[in-house]
């Protein structure tokens, strides 16, 4: 298995999950506004239900990009220092092993 296959089917599964558990918050929410709501203000009220949704579903989902861009941008960072680290050891290893060899 590659790990681009791995992280693709946790997306899809933990998207599956999160979509079970969207249709079973929304049911809730509809009984809850049938059962609380006067009746004649329920379609306001779903459409005040909805509309909140979609900005807290907004917000959130652009909280979590920026996140997950900086987080890209950080691991980028990281992997040139350790390029580099890896590029000044291999020199050192170089240099050690040519002094070893000009001692003899």
Sequence with gaps: MTKEFVLKFSTIITGAFSFVAALAWNETVKAFIQKYISPGSELKSLFYYAVIVTIIAVVVSYYLN?????????QEKLSKKVDKL???????????????????
């Design 66 to 74: 920026k996140a997950a861009q900086e987080f890209i941008k950080q």
């Design 86 to 104: 890896e590029t000044e050891l291999d020199e050192t290893k170089t240099k050690n092993k040519n002094l070893k060899e000009k001692q003899k």
